[in-house]
């Protein structure tokens, strides 16, 4: 079952880095949406087409135990040594990578050196989601390799409409020819049409001044196809002759195919940079972090009972919760039936194989601050719980650890309660993919009374 990494990479650059890193930058968080999603598929490209892939598999893993995800943000300044080798293994000489940063930002109408730094973020999430992947899936080099062809084909599709890397000699980096626009023409011809004569063709030997030259009635033409290749039209002679008759189709047909080529061109979108969350599946398995999941989720305002509002997405915990909270369900429930009814968090993930909560959890921790103290009558657990690969004893002790690192941080006597379940309650066989395990790994909270 092949796996499209490229949503698990989306996931580290989530709408708050994009924030954060248009703050750090001093660039509009459009310009850093838009150069981020020209800047993924050629990262993506350069690994998957690098001729070093034994020491980029050894490199990867290197920075995905080195907790590069942690902070994603900290590769901004391009200090980090593992990067900067990444760099130099995927791109080689510093013409590519200058060609490279020059077209996206005039694309995204940035500074290049915004573009730099988004380069290290964007490279920095890459290796880290790609080494956490191949470490959790005990990948070898060639497994690994294959991994990243794998990904060409999605390459393609990822590209933002109206931006192509084939003026930089990259388009086959994406699996197949990365086409211009259909309505390329030919080159124009330097003698008006009116004058135009039946002409030799140019052969591979040098033509003798007395030698006779044979008659050809038309020069071979050439038709574009929508990928970017060629081939000959056959000319038809038996009516004269006449460039017209060539022409004239000719045209046509380019006129034809620019026109379809725009309407696919309507409807293809962006690459939704801005509107990819990280959610969390906070506890895993011993050897990984909190797995981000790629989603597009749209944004709202809840609304507290004090008048407050909070900024959270549709559908999410804090929205479940208040309306939860606000309904006659809770009014009435008892216990029992409170015991049964989990809230799981969608945007809290922990460092590497650790119980360290990464910056941007902080956001729902903080929303959920509020929650509870809108209603200072309510009262929760934690519960934190990892899939069924690894140690079950392990997994046990990381999963307890983590859900009182979730208490300590809400620093609210409203928390009675935080304990990690494990593999327990996990459904999801140890062999299946990451992806089928995700939904086993969650920390989630419930009311009680």
């Known amino acids: 079952m092949s796996i499209n990494l490229i949503d698990l990479i989306k996931g580290q650059l989530g709408s708050a880095t994009v924030s954060q890193a248009a703050t750090q930058l001093g660039e509009s968080e459009s310009g850093i949406s838009k150069a981020i999603s020209a800047l993924l598929p050629a990262v993506v490209g350069g690994f998957a087409n690098s001729n070093t892939q034994s020491e980029l598999f050894s490199t990867v893993k290197e920075a995905a135990s080195s907790g590069i995800l942690s902070n994603v943000l900290g590769n901004l300044n391009g200090t980090d040594s593992i990067v900067s080798k990444i760099l130099s293994l995927i791109f080689g000489d510093g013409d590519k990578l200058a060609a490279i940063t020059n077209a996206v930002s005039s694309y ?21 989601t790609l080494g956490k992947y191949a470490i959790d899936n005990n ?40 086409a211009e626009p259909i309505n390329v ?72 195919g620019w026109f379809f080529w725009k309407q696919c061109d309507k409807k293809a979108e962006p690459a939704a940079v801005t509107t990819v969350d990280s959610t969390a599946v906070v ?62 968090f969608d945007n809290l993930n922990f460092e590497f194989g650790k119980a360290v909560l990464t910056p ?40 307890g650890e983590r859900a009182g690192v979730v208490k300590s941080a809400l620093k609210s006597a409203q928390v009675i309660e935080a304990e990690g379940y494990g593999s327990k309650f996990a459904k999801v066989p140890a062999e299946a993919t990451d992806k089928e395990r995700e939904s086993d790994r969650k920390t ?6």
């Open 185 to 256: 023409i030919p080159e124009p011809l330097q003698t008006p049409l009116a004058d135009i004569n039946p002409v030799t063709p140019i052969t591979e030997e040098p033509v003798i001044a007395d030698t006779p030259k044979p008659v050809v009635t038309e020069t071979p033409k050439v038709d574009v196809t929508r990928s970017g290749t060629t081939h000959e039209i056959v000319s038809d002679n038996s009516g004269g002759g006449s460039i017209w008759k060539w022409l004239l189709p000719l045209l046509l047909l380019l006129l034809l």
């Open 444 to 449: 989630a909270v419930r009311f009680t009374k």
């Open 360 to 399: 941007e959890s902080q956001v729902q921790l903080d929303n959920l601050k509020l929650i509870l103290a809108e209603f200072p009558d309510a009262k929760i657990k934690i519960g934190a719980y990892t899939d069924k690969k690894g140690d079950e004893s392990v997994n046990l002790k990381l999963s």
């Open 139 to 178: 990948l070898d080099v060639s497994s690994f390799g294959n991994l990243l062809s794998d990904q060409k084909g999605l390459l393609t599709s990822l590209l933002p409409a109206g931006f192509s890397f084939a003026s930089l000699g990259l388009g086959n980096w994406f699996g197949a020819v990365d």
């Open 283 to 344: 506890v895993d398995s011993t050897n990984t972090t909190g797995d981000t999941v790629s989603t597009t989720r749209e944004t709202l305002v809840v609304t507290l009972p004090s008048g407050k509002t909070l900024q959270a997405y549709k559908g999410g915990i804090e929205d479940q919760i208040v309306t939860f909270l606000k309904s006659d369900d809770y009014k009435n429930s008892t216990e029992a039936q409170l015991k049964d009814k989990w809230f799981n």
């Open 108 to 128: 995204a109408g940035i500074k290049t050196e915004s573009t730099n730094s988004l380069l290290n973020l964007v490279t920095g999430s890459t290796a880290g």
